[in-house]
T-cell receptor, first 113, second 112 residues
Framework: EDQVTQSPEALRLQEGESSSLNCSYT??????LFWYRQDPGKGPEFLFT???AGEEKEKERLKATLTKKESFLHITAPKPEDSATYLC??????????????FGKGTKLSVIP | EAQVTQNPRYLITVTGKKLTVTCSQN?????MSWYRQDPGLGLRQIYY???????DKGDVPEGYKVSRKEKRNFPLILESPSPNQTSLYFC???????????FGNGTRLTVT
């Protein structure tokens, strides 16, 4: 069973049509949840880190929220340049000072003019 | 400008021919790691390094080697590549263990 599940796999929106992407996780001790944006042919680019339930972060048209079981990436009035794959990654506490980071498979967002 | 530089960007090779993908960073970050990205499987960690001469296995280390002789460099070595190692590879750095990852632009490897 996947520890980090993103939904939907793909999402097509009209320009200006707000929506949300979901990242649900089942890790036992959350150390941090990260959102990244990945454009075709490029490495993922960091967007947000959330550390505890109730936390929210905002950047331009994007807002990330966190509960004890999931995170949402809300996109308000998206533009075509917001088209990308959005990745969620969860870091959990593991023994002996090491860490485990698990990525979801991503949501491919297409914003149509 | 803060950068993670991978080379080459594209590589086509044959089964069994040893290859090295280089990764260099100019941010003085302690942590470096290698990931592979495959359709339907997402990003999976191959190896990571917490400091010079300190490395550890990630989720899919089989068939790969790494070394961290200097803080800025973290090469990925495939001693005997096989077709199932055809993938998109990313090097990433972090300032601390819970900091965001900074990724390079990737190396697309094809093994025939």
């Amino acid at each position: 069973e996947d520890q980090v599940t993103q939904s939907p796999e793909a999402l097509r929106l009209q320009e200006g049509e707000s929506s949300s992407l979901n990242c649900s996780y089942t890790v036992s001790g959350l150390r941090g949840l990260f959102w990244y944006r990945q454009d075709p042919g490029k490495g993922p680019e960091f967007l947000f880190t959330l550390y505890s339930a109730g936390e929210e972060k905002e950047k331009e048209r994007l807002k990330a929220t966190l509960t004890k079981k999931e995170s949402f990436l809300h996109i308000t009035a998206p533009k075509p340049e917001d088209s990308a794959t959005y990745l969620c990654a969860v870091q959990e506490h593991s023994g002996a000072g090491s860490y485990q980071l698990t990525f979801g498979k991503g949501t491919k967002l297409s914003v149509i003019p | 400008e803060a950068q993670v530089t991978q080379n080459p960007r594209y590589l086509i090779t044959v089964t069994g021919k040893k290859l090295t993908v280089t990764c260099s960073q100019n941010m003085n970050h302690e942590y470096m790691s290698w990931y592979r990205q495959d359709p339907g499987l997402g990003l999976r960690q191959i190896y990571y390094s917490m400091n010079v001469e300190v490395t550890d296995k990630g989720d899919v280390p089989e068939g790969y080697k790494v070394s961290r002789k200097e803080k800025r460099n973290f090469p990925l070595i495939l001693e005997s590549p096989s077709p199932n190692q055809t993938s998109l590879y990313f090097c990433a750095t972090q300032r601390r263990s819970n900091s965001p990852l900074h990724f390079g632009n990737g190396t697309r490897l094809t093994v025939t």
